[in-house]
């Protein structure tokens, strides 16, 4: 009977070890899926604490000119740099009335690149505004190429500037295939596709991008019946991209400079290391005539900084092709990017690298801070020469929201919540296990003996 009350007794306590086994197994698989969870959050912070509204947003009018008067002054040049949050999007308005627009920002703005193109390009009676007479897609990305669906729709291209790379998506075969050089490059996405499309669609005549002067002059945008010494003349001239394919796909994005009565802005799509190494030693190679150009006196009056500020592009080098030491403090930085966006854009050792070379900070303009920017080339009267005007639309700031001592954030919870989870997971059930360990030894025969 004793032999059967200890099998049982022993039996039982095999059963509960188990239990507890399996018990702690439990939280802790438990614990580790809330630890990953909550540090792939952590990816995505800057967006959970706008959508937990831990921070809110003051927007005053800009500190400087305001876009309104730079767009009403008028300009023999006008550049758009529009607002389309994390993506891309340009429009210039040419000196002999045509219009080019350089990407159309990503699907989810197109509405409010929509809007801005009819308040301030359609509405106005100044300006006979129907069609682009070009546009430029730069590459591939979808905040690229995401919106000329809706835009070419109400607005056609006459001529369309495509990447050297094929649009694979099986719903939108690419009608342009046969115009791509050796090597090409692809991208199979249905934004890619459908802006292809579009453009096709609409009619225009598709130029594969080449920035090595090629045999048709597509490099090359200059006003119809004027030369070089005419008022009025000015040049849009592609320096990239000047290889068939790329390992990186930002990297099919031209080097553009628009250049109107020795007044030049540079544009570079997503261009990063490898296109712009190549821009530098083509300069350096002398690799085609245009590129003798580029003295040691040359400098550019506006940079648009390229992949929305990222580290991967405006390396020093490409920097110091496009500018000189002397005419650094006077030159305009555009950033366009998303307000609290998931890459971190600008990011922080470009805005240093800027400071370091010379830029001021006070001339760099982002659309997550400043919203629509534009940019006017104009002639002074007071300086009897043609200048650069630039304003923007707003100086929105952020505001977090404060517990007095700290400013809340979606990590600081985070942390919180998984502390809280080690505590009822590990530490609680343990302290417990133990308790219970030293109370029943405390209560042993041998113990009460």
């Known amino acids: 009977m004793a032999a059967k009350k200890r099998n049982t007794a022993k039996n039982s306590n095999t059963k509960k070890q188990q239990q507890n086994k399996q018990a702690w197994m439990f939280r802790i698989a438990a614990f580790v899926v809330i630890s990953l969870i909550l540090g792939l959050s952590l990816i995505w912070g800057r967006q959970i604490d706008s959508a937990l509204g831990l921070y809110r947003l003051d927007r005053d009018d800009f500190g400087g000119t305001g876009a309104e008067v730079i767009r009403g002054d008028g300009g023999d040049l006008i550049v758009h740099f529009i607002d389309v949050g994390q993506g891309d999007a340009t429009i210039a308005e040419l000196p002999d009335g045509r219009f080019m627009i350089i990407d159309a920002g990503p699907a989810r703005a197109r509405g409010q690149l929509l809007a801005y193109i009819d308040e301030h390009l359609v509405q ?24 000329f669906p809706a835009v070419l729709a109400l ?48 009619g225009a005549t598709v130029i594969v991008t080449d920035g090595l002067s090629p045999a048709d002059g597509s490099d090359k945008i200059t006003p119809q019946g004027l030369s070089a010494t005419d008022a009025g003349y000015y040049e849009i001239i592609f320096f990239g ?30 261009a990063e290391r490898e296109a712009e190494e190549e821009f530098v030693a083509n300069v350096a190679n002398l690799a085609a005539p245009k590129f003798a150009r580029f003295t040691s006196a040359f400098t550019v009056d506006v940079i648009k900084a390229g992949h929305h500020g990222s580290r991967s ?50 001339h760099i303009l982002r659309t997550d801070v400043n919203s629509d920017i534009v940019i006017s080339i104009r002639f002074d009267a007071d300086a009897n020469d043609f ?9 929105i700031t952020q505001r977090n929201v404060s517990l007095g001592f700290m400013d809340l954030r979606w990590w600081q919870i985070a942390l919180l919540i998984w502390l809280l989870c080690l505590a009822v997971c590990i530490v609680a059930p343990y302290v417990s296990a133990k308790g219970k360990e030293a109370k029943k030894k405390g209560n042993s025969p041998q113990r009460r003996r």
Not at 248 to 265: A, G, L, Q
Not at 387 to 395: P, S
């Open 124 to 147: 106005p009676a100044d300006k006979d505004f129907n069609k682009f007479d070009f546009a430029v897609l730069t590459h591939a990305d979808e905040d690229h190429c995401g919106g």
């Open 155 to 202: 607005y056609p291209a006459d001529v369309f500037y495509r990447p050297n790379e094929k649009a694979t998506h099986s719903d939108f075969p690419d009608a342009g295939e046969h115009l791509l050089r050796a090597g090409h490059g692809s991208h199979n996405t249905r934004a890619y596709g459908d802006a292809m499309k579009s453009a096709h669609r609409a």
């Open 241 to 270: 991209p000047t290889k068939n394919s790329y390992r990186h796909r930002n990297d099919y994005s031209p080097v553009i400079i628009i250049e109107y009565e020795n007044r030049r802005i540079a544009l570079s799509g997503d």
């Open 313 to 362: 592009s405006s390396s020093r080098e490409y920097l110091e092709t496009l500018t000189n030491a002397a005419s650094r403090k006077d030159v305009l930085i555009i950033i366009s990017c998303g307000f609290s966006n998931s890459y971190g854009h600008p990011h922080a050792d470009v805005l240093s690298r800027f400071n370091d070379m010379g830029f001021l900070e006070e």
């Open 387 to 395: 200048l650069i005007f630039h304003g923007a639309t707003a100086k």
